[in-house]
């Protein structure tokens, strides 16, 4: 019986990546970043590709790895956050398995993001808030085409329960 993916989507710092591995490990899934996944690929940050090839070549590798992905079962996939502008690349994913958007408010994402080692070069502006506003209300629409979950106030082990509950996928108890 085919396994399907859980795919954990949503705005930077909304938490995909922190939720995405402990739910694996919850559930004995291996876990995908696709962020990290084309740092491996090309022995490059995102930031610097940004900067030497610019951002379409990263929504390239994107759709690329992607493409890769889609023939892969009994993952949890936490994408980029930008990776389900495309509707090829979210086609191609929902045949996979479930796609579930964190969110978080513009002050949580704001906090979290300058917390994090991780440069995010959409964020590198003399006003990231504003740029995190403009880019939410851009991304809305896409954004509300799938299940929502507030990572707001919320510990990581609610959430991954939440999550477990949301796809009631559960590890099946030793005997
Ligand atoms: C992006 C989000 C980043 C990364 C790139 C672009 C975006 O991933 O893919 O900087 O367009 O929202 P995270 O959502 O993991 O920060």
Do not use: W
């Not at 591995?21 to 610097?48: M, P, V």
């Not at 949890?76 to 090829?88: Q, R």
């Amino acid at each position: 019986m085919p396994q399907p993916n859980i795919i954990l989507t949503g705005f930077m710092g909304t938490g995909k990546t922190t939720l995405g591995r402990l739910l694996a490990e919850r559930i004995d899934y291996d876990f995908i970043d696709t962020d990290a996944e084309i740092e491996k690929q090309i022995g490059q940050t995102i930031a610097e590709l940004f900067q030497t090839q610019g951002e379409a070549a990263f929504r390239k590798l994107e759709s690329k790895l992607v493409e890769d992905l889609a023939q892969k079962e009994r993952l949890v996939i936490a994408t980029g956050g930008g990776l389900v502008l495309n509707p090829k690349n979210v086609a191609a994913l929902r045949k996979t398995g479930g796609i579930i958007c964190l969110t978080a408010s513009a002050d949580e994402i704001l906090a979290r993001v300058s917390k994090q080692e991780d440069v995010r070069p959409l964020l590198k502006e003399r006003n990231p808030q504003a740029k995190i506003i403009a880019l939410l209300r851009q991304r809305e629409a896409i954004y509300q085409q799938f299940p929502q979950l507030s990572t707001s106030k919320r510990t990581p082990e609610e959430l991954v329960n939440l999550l477990l509950k949301h796809t009631s996928l559960r590890k099946t108890p030793s005997p």
